[in-house]
Nanobody, 119 residues
């Protein structure tokens, strides 16, 4: 059974940093591309970042380029999202899923982790 468990969110001041983790199970991470998404209240879920199965070709939403970095640790079956210089508009629930820029398991979303950027 495919499962995603996100963690690492919290309340941070503008300009601060957080590192999110996504523990994946039910499949081999080394064979899979992965992506992070976010959903703010009243808005649709949007793609934040994606990474290919071999760790190459990361892509980022224009709004986070230069501030966020996606990475994966195949040995730990975990994907990370390092977020620097956070802005209030980054406030959202962050979720992960397999697939490169599309959710490969649309019926297996985790709970997500809340990120709130506020002074």
């Amino acid at each position: 059974q495919v499962q995603f468990v996100e963690s690492g969110g919290g309340l941070v001041h503008p300009g601060g940093s957080l590192r999110l983790s996504c523990a994946a199970s039910g499949f081999f991470l080394w064979r899979s591309a992965m992506s992070w998404y976010r959903q703010a209240p009243g808005k649709e879920r949007e793609l934040v970042a994606g990474i290919k199965s071999d760790g190459s070709g990361p892509l980022y939403a224009d709004s986070v380029k230069g501030r966020f970095t996606i990475s994966k640790d195949n040995a730990k079956n975990t994907v990370y999202l390092q977020m620097n210089n956070l802005k209030p508009e980054d406030t959202a629930v962050y979720l992960c899923n397999a697939g490169f820029a599309y959710p490969q398991h649309p019926n297996s979303w985790g709970q997500g982790t809340q990120v709130t950027v506020s002074s």
